[in-house]
């Protein structure tokens, strides 16, 4: 696991989705080198796959952005960082690299949408394809979960 940066961007009171902590030691299925260090979570979606994992019998640990996978950003022309949001393992050691995400960001945007879904479309597109490279070489898989899978 990667001791990075995003672990220390704390969440917004008043920003546009539902941010905010939970302490580890609430948790029976959490794991971290850094078990003193909160959990972050960035939106309701992400509260809610929290629960979904600690209350889903099939789900033997997860962690929360554990790893950092480069990428190439080709709306900066430059490579980057980025921090898949949890990992799932199942009692048989399968690994998943999940990425939350809202669904109108996982499909191709057309021109009435606005230029930040555009942009963010472009930037989670490379993001996920290192994902799925990252997940191959390391035995792993890669979703991208959004509202749906609550449903």
Sequence with gaps: ?????????????????????????????????????????????????????ENNPKVAKWASEPIEIKYFNRLKNKEARYYPDYIIEDASGTRVIVEIKPGNQCKKPDATDSMWLKEAYVVNMDKWSAAKHFAEEHNMKFIVVTEKFFE
Excluded: W
């Design 1 to 53: 696991m990667a001791d990075n940066y995003i672990k220390h961007l704390k969440p917004r009171k008043n920003g546009r989705y539902h941010q905010g902590v939970i302490d580890p030691k609430h948790t029976k299925k959490y794991y971290s080198e850094k078990m003193n260090e909160p959990i972050i979570y960035r939106s309701g979606l992400e509260l809610q796959f929290i629960q979904y994992c």
